[in-house]
C-alpha cells in the first residue's frame, strides 16, 4: 500500500503499475445484494471469518473489514505513511485493491511460511487438469523456478496450478471459477460445527433439580474434554488446516471427518483409552474397532444432522429467465450454490446409502500413517 501511494517514485512502479487496478470479480468488492445468494455457504462463512477454531488457518481473504479495522488502520494512522489516503473511502478502497492483488498474485514459499509477489510468474493462470510446468523455490540459492512438467508447444500458453481447488475456493481467493466441470468442486462441513453439534449428544439430560453450579461444573468439564480431544487430533493430522472438512462431488466425506466425529462421541474414559491405545500402536497396525461399530448409528447420525442443517439454511435457486442476461457476479454465485446443494444433498444420501462396516473401513484409513 505504501509503494501504490509513492506512485513513479517506487522502485516497483512498473509493476505495481502493471497490476490490475480492480480485482472487482472476488466476492470482497461484491455488494451485500450480490453476496445475499452465498449466504450460509463455506465461501461466505470463510469470509467472514465463521466457525474458527484454534490452530487453524483460513487462506486469505477472510475478515476482511475486521482486519482493516483492527491491524491496518491503526498502523497506517501510528506511522503517517506519506501519501496514504486522507479520505477513509479511498483509504479502504487502497486496502481492498492491496488484499486483493496479494490473495490472487501472490505465491507461498518457504513451506508456506511466507508470501512473495513474484514478477512474471503471478501472469500464469491456472485451469484444473492443465497444468503444465510447477514451482520451484530453492531457498539456499535464492532462485524461483518455473519447470515445464511437459512438452510446451510455441505460442501455447503456460498454465500453472493453484492447487486442487474448488470453484468456490477459486472465486473467493482467486475471483473466478471454472468454464469447464471442476472434478474438485464438493461441498465444506466446518469442525467447530461438527465439534458443537457432538457436544450435544454427549451432554447428559439433567435433572430438574440441578442447581446452577452443577450444571456449571458439567459444561466445563464438557468444554475441557472436547479441547483435550481437539488437540489430540491436530497431533494426529486429522482436523485440516483450515478447519474444514470435504466432501467430494459425489457426496463421499474425507475419512478423516467419520473418524473425528467418532472420536468427538466417545465419553472422557473411553476417549483417555483410545488415547493410549494410539500411543502403543506400531506397524502393522491392529487395533479393535469395537467401539465404531457400537457408535456408528451416532457417527453417521450427527453428520447427517450437520448436512441437513447446512443444506437447510442455503438460498434456493433463482429460476432461469429466459432472454435475461447475467453478469459474472450473478452467474458464479449461482454456479457455488447450485454446487454446494447438489454435494449436501449427496453426502445425506452417501450417509444413507452406507452401513457401519463402511464407516469402519473409513475410520481404518485414517490411521495407516502410525508407525
Excluded at 535464492?142 to 470453484?167: R, V, W
Excluded at 433439580?209 to 493430522?237: G, I, P, V, W
Excluded at 474425507?254 to 488415547?275: G, T
Excluded at 506397524?283 to 444432522?305: D, G
Aim: hydrophobic share 40%; proline share 6%; aromatic share 8%.
Amino acid at each position: 500500500m505504501a509503494e501504490k501511494c509513492r506512485g513513479m517514485h517506487s522502485r516497483w512502479a512498473d509493476y505495481l503499475d502493471f497490476l490490475p487496478k480492480s480485482v472487482s470479480t472476488m466476492p470482497i468488492y461484491w455488494t451485500s445484494q450480490e453476496l445475499q445468494p452465498l449466504r450460509h455457504t463455506a465461501l461466505a462463512e470463510k469470509l467472514a471469518g465463521k466457525w474458527k477454531v484454534l490452530g487453524c488457518h483460513v487462506e486469505a481473504p477472510t475478515q476482511v473489514e475486521e482486519q482493516y479495522k483492527t491491524v491496518v488502520l491503526p498502523f497506517m494512522e501510528h506511522h503517517n505513511v506519506a501519501g496514504f489516503p486522507s479520505d477513509s473511502k479511498a483509504r479502504y478502497q487502497l486496502y481492498l485493491w492491496a488484499t486483493a492483488v496479494v490473495c490472487s498474485y501472490s505465491f507461498s514459499l518457504g513451506g508456506d511460511s511466507f508470501q512473495a509477489m513474484v514478477p512474471v510468474w503471478d501472469m500464469l493462470n491456472h485451469v484444473t487438469g492443465k497444468c503444465n510446468v510447477r514451482l520451484h523455490h530453492s531457498a539456499k540459492r535464492g532462485t524461483l523456478q518455473m519447470i515445464a512438467t511437459k512438452s510446451i508447444k510455441l505460442g501455447q500458453e503456460i498454465i500453472n496450478n493453484y492447487g486442487p481447488l474448488s470453484d468456490s475456493e477459486l472465486l473467493r481467493r482467486f475471483g473466478f471459477v471454472e468454464s469447464e466441470p471442476n472434478p474438485n468442486n464438493g461441498c465444506e462441513i466446518p469442525y467447530a460445527v461438527l465439534m458443537a453439534k457432538c457436544q450435544e449428544h454427549l451432554q447428559p439430560v439433567q435433572p430438574q433439580q440441578s442447581n446452577s453450579a452443577s450444571l456449571q461444573a458439567t459444561a466445563h468439564a464438557n468444554k475441557d474434554l472436547m479441547y483435550r480431544k481437539t488437540d489430540f487430533m491436530r497431533e494426529h493430522d486429522l482436523i485440516p488446516i483450515d478447519g474444514w472438512f470435504k466432501a467430494d462431488i459425489l457426496g463421499q466425506p474425507q475419512c478423516e471427518m467419520i473418524e473425528v466425529v467418532r472420536i468427538l462421541l466417545l465419553p472422557d474414559s473411553e476417549f483417555e483409552a483410545f488415547k493410549k491405545q494410539v500411543d502403543r500402536w506400531r506397524c502393522p497396525l491392529t487395533r479393535p474397532l469395537t467401539q465404531l461399530a457400537s457408535i456408528s448409528h451416532q457417527v453417521s447420525h450427527v453428520i447427517h444432522q450437520v448436512a441437513s442443517e447446512r443444506l437447510a439454511g442455503l438460498s434456493e435457486l433463482p429460476p432461469v429467465r429466459d432472454g435475461v442476461p447475467q453478469g459474472f457476479r450473478q452467474t458464479a454465485a449461482q454456479s457455488v450454490l447450485k454446487t454446494e446443494r447438489h454435494t449436501l444433498l449427496g453426502l445425506l444420501l452417501w450417509l444413507d446409502k452406507h452401513d457401519s462396516t463402511s464407516l469402519i473401513n473409513c475410520s481404518k484409513k485414517v490411521w495407516v500413517h502410525i508407525r
